[in-house]
């Protein structure tokens, strides 16, 4: 890896993460936004009192009263997860797949540069991404739930944020994996974004099925957001999975592409 390649890999997602990090700033906003109100209601429990305590808990609803449960809820038991890790697997197979599929990475190999670099600069560049977008959501909830007096923890704010981010650099390093093996862009979409929404199913409603409940363990939503992080702060097991999976997806795309004939238009 080198400065020069992991500037491009940054540059190349630039405009698309600016344009997510407002989307995902507004959406936090507009949750924050209701919970005076929503709170001052009272009407808050009233709103799962006639579902299951299983889809309850599938959908992170328990304690929707408390700010720490309305937040979980409302964003970071699944809107916040599901659409950080998205935009980790959209740009991740844009700079690899895509960039294959259209031709660009062929010329850029022609250049003194290992394909190793390449693909380990521009895993970088997207980890880096999904940390910066990852730490102004946290800086949000954290700030904006101060304004509103929330009293919410900060260890259960960062904790949050942290499995938030590694759930979204772990489908980022599936993508990489796919490409890296030399699926088109499209097959390594479907993969990720399938594996991505496997993932949740599992962890969310496996659980309700005692005889089932040990397989949630193979979910890394299961590693990230089961422990609930912004109640109950970091789980150094599941920062550990998710670190060491992403690392390991990451490495079989960046050895794989080294054995293979990348593909020309």
């Known amino acids: 890896m080198n400065a020069e390649l992991l500037a491009r890999g940054l540059g190349a997602q630039r405009r698309g993460a600016l344009v997510w990090a407002a989307a995902l700033l507004a959406l936090v906003a507009s949750v924050l936004a209701v919970w005076p109100s929503m709170s001052e209601s009272g009407s808050l429990d009233s709103l799962v009192a006639g579902m299951s305590p299983e889809v309850v808990s599938a959908l992170g609803l328990e304690a929707l009263a408390s700010p720490a449960g309305f937040l979980n809820g409302n964003l970071f038991a699944l809107l916040l997860p599901l659409l950080v890790a998205a935009l980790g697997i959209m740009h991740m197979s844009a700079l690899t797949a895509g960039d294959e599929d259209a031709g660009r990475l ?3 190999l022609a250049l003194p540069v290992s394909r190793v670099g390449v693909y380990l600069s ?4 997207v980890a880096l991404v999904l940390a910066a977008v990852a730490l102004l959501v946290g800086a949000t909830v954290g700030f904006g739930g101060a304004a509103l007096d929330m009293k919410l923890r900060a260890e259960g704010v960062a904790a949050a ?6 759930l979204a650099v772990f489908h980022a390093a599936l993508a990489l994996a796919l490409a890296g093996i030399g699926l088109r862009a499209g097959v390594v979409l479907a993969g990720s974004f399938g594996g991505l929404v496997l993932g949740y199913l599992i962890s969310a409603l496996v659980p309700t099925i005692a005889a089932l409940e040990p397989v949630a363990v193979v979910s890394p939503w299961h590693w990230a957001l089961a422990e609930r992080p912004l109640e109950n702060g970091f789980d ?5 999975v998710l670190a060491g999976g992403a690392i390991l997806l990451a490495t079989v795309g960046i050895l794989t592409v080294r054995r293979r004939t990348i593909r020309t238009v």
Request: no cysteine.
């Open 122 to 125: 521009r895993f970088v560049a």
């Open 236 to 240: 150094g097991a599941g920062i550990a």
């Open 161 to 166: 944020t942290l499995g938030v981010f590694l």
């Open 106 to 108: 062929e010329l850029l």
